[in-house]
């Protein structure tokens, strides 16, 4: 038996056995829950703690990833723009270099089209002041050739008007043309008169020309003399036929002079002379033959009919009207020449003028190719400025997106760390 003191009433009871081992278990049941109890408060306790220390760590170590992002974003985005503006330095440095270099080709190119232009104008008015010169010189040089020929044509018609008056104290003499032919004359013919004449004063007037019987009868027909003078250039100065009718030798039929005119001009042109002349003693009674040197072009090109007497004056005055004519014709010819220098001069500066019109279109064409060239490369660099402008735009959207992030949108869709943060924050209170 066991005795037991009740604690209230210090009253001593006995207990068997069983009933002390039954209050021992009970008592030792309560101790065993007391101290599990308390065990497992404690052990809440320390879970508590361990959970709050742990979520306080878990927080410090999300504040030291938020800071230690935030401070990456914003040494990134310092360096994206430090970047950026280095970049768009650089470029702008780059574009003001293209640009000064292309400022500098354009001002080139542009005082070499000026150059050009001047040097072209130069050349113009250069070419222009020659012409005006040289066309002032040929208008000088044709007024002095006019009024050289018209003081020619002056001094040859007053010599031919003294000659005239001359020749017309002889019209009595032409009249009885063998009454008062010297004595020399008599028994001579025509053509020895007129061939004795001229060879007496060949030497003096006439030393290079040639007074000859045509001989040549290859075409049919021939004249009676060919007379032939050329200058120090063997040029020709003059050429006639001549063809002499006496009217002596004549049968007793009576002939006119215009009856030779059809066969001398056919001796004239197969023998090529440029005049022809006929003496002739012929209708000694007509007054139209005795005035002196009569024209009948207007029969047949450059003919004459004269008397003997002035078979060396026709002579004398067709030479000197040929050699004046030549003078004429030299000039004129020189003159075409120079026209045609002058000509040649202008084609020579058409074509100049094409040419350069044609380098000068090159040159703009390679200009405004050029022009085309910088303002592509402006517009490319515009679109690379405008690119890098994006992204320091994007960078912006992205800082300001890390500024706007904080605990409850990151715990937003996350029970786990949003519980946690709630633990934190009721053991923070």
Do not use: W
Not at 300 to 314: D, E
């Amino acid at each position: 038996m066991h005795e037991i003191i009740c604690p209230s009433c210090q009253k001593a009871f006995k207990v068997d056995e069983a009933g002390y081992a039954d209050i021992l278990k009970q008592v030792r049941d309560r101790d065993f829950n007391k101290q599990l109890n308390e065990r497992l408060e404690l052990a809440q306790q320390e879970k508590e703690r361990a959970i709050e220390l742990a979520c306080s760590k878990i927080v410090t170590v999300k504040d030291l990833e938020i800071q230690e992002l935030k401070s990456n974003l914003k040494f990134s985005e310092e360096k994206q723009k430090q970047a950026v503006v280095e970049a768009v330095n650089n470029i702008e440095k780059e574009l003001r270099g293209v640009l000064a270099d292309n400022i500098s080709e354009i001002q080139q190119l542009k005082a070499k089209i000026d150059a050009a232009e001047m040097v072209k104008e130069l050349a113009v008015t250069k070419a222009v002041g020659i012409v005006e010169k040289e066309r002032d010189q040929f208008k000088n040089n044709l007024e002095k050739i006019e009024l050289e020929q018209n003081l020619s044509e002056k001094n040859l018609k007053a010599s031919y008007e003294k000659q005239i008056q001359d020749l017309n104290k002889e019209i009595d003499r032409v009249r009885d043309m063998k009454a008062r032919l010297s004595t020399k004359m008599v028994g001579e013919t025509l053509e020895q008169h007129c061939e004795i004449e001229f060879n007496r004063i060949r030497a003096t007037a006439f030393p290079k020309a040639y007074f000859e019987k045509d001989n040549d009868v290859r075409t049919g027909s021939k004249g009676d003399y060919i007379f032939r003078d050329i200058n120090d250039n063997e040029t020709e100065i003059v050429s006639i036929m001549f063809e002499m009718k006496n009217e002596n030798d004549q049968t007793a039929t009576k002939k006119k002079n215009e009856d030779f005119f059809k066969e001398l001009d056919k001796d004239r042109n197969e023998k090529r002379c440029e005049y022809a002349v006929l003496v002739s003693l012929l209708e000694p009674e007509n007054d139209f033959y005795n005035t002196g040197i009569v024209d009948v072009s207007y029969r047949y090109p450059k003919m004459y009919v004269i008397r003997p007497q002035f078979f060396i004056p026709i002579i004398t005055l067709l030479r000197n009207a040929s050699l004046k004519s030549l003078e004429c014709k030299t000039e004129l010819m020189l003159m075409k020449t120079q026209n045609i220098d002058i000509t040649n001069f202008e084609n020579d500066l058409e074509t100049f003028k094409s040419g350069f019109a044609r380098n000068y279109e090159l040159a703009s064409k390679h200009f405004e190719k050029t022009i085309d060239e910088i303002d592509k490369s402006i517009d490319h660099l515009q679109k690379v400025k405008d690119a890098l402008l994006g992204t320091d735009k994007q960078l912006r959207f992205a800082n300001d997106k890390a500024q706007e992030i904080t605990v409850k949108k990151l715990t937003r869709n996350n029970p786990t760390m949003k519980e946690k943060f709630l633990i934190n924050n009721v053991h923070k209170e």
